[in-house]
């Protein structure tokens, strides 16, 4: 008979890299609350993200349970009726105007470092 003895976690402590150390390490960035915006400000931005192809935070008006805001990044995709669609880690977003409560459109990022 086999008499194999399960060590548990210990046999999977040996994947975990020290890459994956660093990254649990950084602690997150810390939320910045956007101030709200007209209409005309959140149009204008959009569609300037939309025109240079950049990066956006879309800052909805809803909140969590415990007040949070809810912020996402990703790219204006275009519009579709009366929504903004956004596509944010390979997936397609839509809010309307009216639901998004600031916006602020994100430096590109050279693709080579100094």
Request: proline share 3%; hydrophobic share 35%; no cysteine.
């Amino acid at each position: 008979m086999n008499n194999y003895q399960d060590r548990g976690m210990k046999k999977w402590q040996g994947f975990f890299l020290s890459e994956h150390s660093e990254q649990l390490a950084e602690k997150e960035e810390p939320l910045v609350v956007l101030e709200e915006q007209s209409d005309d400000e959140k149009s204008r931005y959009i569609y300037d993200a939309w025109r240079k192809n950049l990066p956006i935070l879309v800052q909805l008006r809803m909140r969590s349970v415990g007040g949070d805001v809810y912020q996402f990044h990703g790219k204006v995709e275009g519009l579709l009726d009366d929504r903004i669609v956004f596509q944010k880690d390979g997936r397609w977003k839509s809010y309307q105007l009216a639901s998004i409560e600031a916006v602020r459109v994100q430096a590109s990022q050279p693709w080579f470092v100094d």
